[in-house]
């Protein structure tokens, strides 16, 4: 099982005047009625293939009359967010008995193929998109109460009678968004690989956008501040809903712990509630997420009403480093940085912590505070050369982590996001990474988005144009739809959960090539 991180002793502190500014925010959702395109059949196959047999145009859906034991499966073309409405009857004799049915709703095929009895991961099997029926009378105009996050919906039928059986003679699904398709810029490029990412990628991000910038609008629907720091980037650049990222940032400004922490995630209903989940990474990326609003907006009223909340939770941080200015290494669930298993985090978090503190520090200057600007320089210093005094190894020319000294991936890319060492410098990191290829390697989408931002900052941006079509477009290749929570092209059935049946595959923190295509390659 994975590390959690639970508090039931958090205080929790409301600052009631934020609260009332994310709630003026709240963005109406756009809706549209999408219906099923085909009748399908999908099975596995002995080599674990999943196969999709389009077995009938939807125009004929109400011919099928369901029995006991009976499948059908619709497909809706593409990953949808939405509410469904069923239309059922009844044809044969009079209905005797109540119609008892499953419906299955999959992100994917290979969903439509499991068995959630045989699930055995940590979290908990409800988000597991399934629903058990019954309806006593027929005809009936059937309105699912809540909404689902598919491409395929299967219904079986349990049971009905020998007398009669079940048709569906019509469904849809509203699908809702935030997501304004208008101001979006049509990316300018003749290569179809690229303009298939693009389009993934937008389709991602617009299904999590919702009342809130969801992490995955099947799991966990919430607001984690990790995530939105790359989703509110590529909305800047595409559908430039800029009161969606104020609203959450107020949401997360709040509600805090008694400390003045900002939580990691964020419950908006029943009310506004800060998770006792605390990622230190997380946390610290509030500044960068305000100055990016900023940038983008001009908005700088919130930046000056949020900047002390971005000032405190740099302090935090800073508890924790030792004499050296070294990063303290946590224990358990303490940050996040990879869903790689076994990653240590600590020169990670060394470099999120001068990468966040600079972006802070700008913050300050924006705001004339001269004196705090010129305490972040010092800070700048210092833990910058730490990193390079200590955690450079010569050996290898690689920085790295932990009392084992690990190379990993991540310890690399951050410390050249950071900017702790020059442009020339980080390529060449960069080269002895790839040359190296260390066993603790990536497989998220959000780490891998920062490994391609830290290829075009080095001036690698071909090389980070091939990544981006190697592993993004290794999910395309997969059959995404949406791009996913989390991808390694190595095992694609890979998750941190135990078991793939809850892995979220409309996940925003993936949605990022819409934003690197448009920032800087000239499409």
């Known amino acids: 099982m994975a590390a959690v991180s639970s508090d039931l002793n958090m205080v929790r502190v409301t600052n009631e ?68 409405t069923l239309y059922l009857k009844s044809v044969g004799s009079p209905q005797d008995a109540p119609a008892f049915f499953k419906l299955k ?39 699912l109460p809540r909404r689902y996050a598919f491409r395929y919906m299967e ?22 968004t935030s997501a304004c398709e208008d101001k979006v810029k049509k990316l300018d ?69 008694d400390n003045g922490q900002i939580s990691a995630c964020l419950f908006t209903e029943p009310r506004l509630c800060a998770d006792d989940t605390f990622l230190l990474d997380y946390s610290m990326f509030f500044g960068p997420v305000l100055l990016d609003y900023y940038q983008a907006s001009g908005d700088v ?88 005094k200590y955690l450079l190894d010569p050996y290898t020319g690689l920085f790295v982590s932990g009392e084992q000294r690990q190379i990993n991936y991540a310890s690399q890319v951050w410390m050249i996001l950071a900017e702790a060492v020059t442009k020339d410098e980080g390529a060449q990191l960069l080269d002895r990474l790839l040359e190296l290829d260390p066993e603790k390697g990536m497989v998220s989408p959000y780490m891998n988005h920062h490994f391609t931002e830290a290829l075009i900052l080095c001036g690698r941006k071909e090389q980070a144009l091939e990544y981006i079509k190697y592993y993004w477009g290794g999910m395309l290749h997969e059959g995404a739809d949406t791009f996913w929570e989390l991808y390694n092209p190595e095992n694609p059935s890979e998750t941190p959960y135990g078991n793939g049946m809850v892995n979220s595959y409309c996940h925003a923190w993936s949605c990022t090539p819409a934003y690197l295509f448009r920032k800087y390659y000239d499409m």
């Open 155 to 176: 219904l079986q039928v349990i049971d009905t009678s020998v007398k009669w059986q079940l048709v569906i003679e019509e469904t849809f699904c509203t699908s809702v």
């Open 189 to 257: 490029s003749e290569n179809e690989e690229l303009q298939a990412i693009d389009k993934v990628s937008l389709r991602t991000l617009r299904n999590c956008m919702q009342q809130v910038f969801e992490d995955g609008p099947k799991r966990d629907r919430r607001l984690w501040l990790g995530d939105l720091r790359l989703q509110a980037l590529a909305d800047y650049e595409t559908y430039q809903n800029y009161n969606l990222v104020k609203r959450c940032l107020y949401l997360f400004a709040g509600q805090t712990k």
């Open 301 to 388: 009223e919130t930046l000056r009403e949020l900047g002390s909340s971005a000032y405190r939770q740099m302090e935090l941080a800073g508890e924790w480093f030792d004499e050296r200015d070294l990063m303290k290494n946590g224990e358990g669930f303490w940050a996040f940085v990879d869903w790689t298993e076994g990653l240590n985090k600590q020169t990670a978090l060394q470099g999120i912590y001068i990468y966040c503190i600079r972006r802070v520090k700008k913050i300050a200057e924006l705001l004339g505070d001269k004196e705090r600007a010129e305490g972040f320089v010092e800070e700048i210093r210092r833990k910058t050369e730490a990193a390079k």
């Open 105 to 143: 709703f999959g992100e994917n095929a290979r969903e439509i193929t499991e068995n959630s009895e045989e699930y055995d991961g940590w979290i908990s099997k409800g988000w597991i998109q399934e629903e058990y029926l019954h309806v006593d009378v027929l005809p009936v105009k059937l309105e």
């Open 17 to 84: 005047e934020f609260v009332k500014k994310a709630e003026a925010c709240t963005p109406e959702l756009y809706k549209s009625v999408v219906y099923p395109e085909s009748v399908v059949e999908i099975r596995k196959t002995e080599n674990d293939y999943i196969e999709i047999i389009k077995k009938d145009d939807i125009k004929n859906l109400s011919r099928y009359a369901l029995k006991k034991g009976d499948r059908l499966c619709l497909d809706f073309g593409d990953h949808q967010v939405g509410y469904v």
